[in-house]
């Protein structure tokens, strides 16, 4: 694969939409089942107060309602769209080789597949 090809396909992964980029990773609770049982046993009648004390104590100390950043898979594949259909313009028009005769472009796109799945 040639500097003129890696180019054209970096510039293409710059091209995709600010609004795409800004929605690939959500906020999403680690424990989502853990967090929202703590919070109905706290208000549930039936569960003693000195219980419902160390239910709080745990909740408090945060570790059943910290947030990781996930990968939002609509938005990944919406990116991944947008990609193949400017690099399948990019070929028509001739300005990169079709992968299927270029065996290093070929392997490239392989491993940028693996990634992108």
């Keep these: 694969m040639n500097k003129k090809t890696i180019k054209i396909l970096s510039e293409i992964s710059k091209e995709v939409p600010q609004s795409l ?5 959500k906020d ?9 049982t703590m919070e109905r046993a706290m208000v549930d009648d039936s569960i003693d107060d000195k219980k ?3 239910i709080k104590n745990l909740y ?3 570790t059943f309602s910290q947030v990781e950043k996930v990968i939002d898979e609509k938005v990944g594949k919406k990116i991944s ?3 193949d259909k400017r690099i ?3 070929i ?3 300005e990169i ?4 005769s270029d065996k290093k472009l070929k392997a490239f796109m392989k491993k940028i597949w693996k990634k992108t799945k």
């Design 28 to 36: 999403e609770y680690k424990t989502p089942a853990v967090k929202e």
């Design 81 to 83: 769209s947008f990609i």
């Design 92 to 94: 028509v028009a001739g």
């Design 52 to 54: 419902k004390k160390q």
């Design 21 to 25: 980029r800004d929605k690939l990773y």
């Design 60 to 62: 408090d100390a945060g």
């Design 88 to 90: 399948k313009e990019k």
């Design 97 to 100: 080789p079709d992968p299927k």
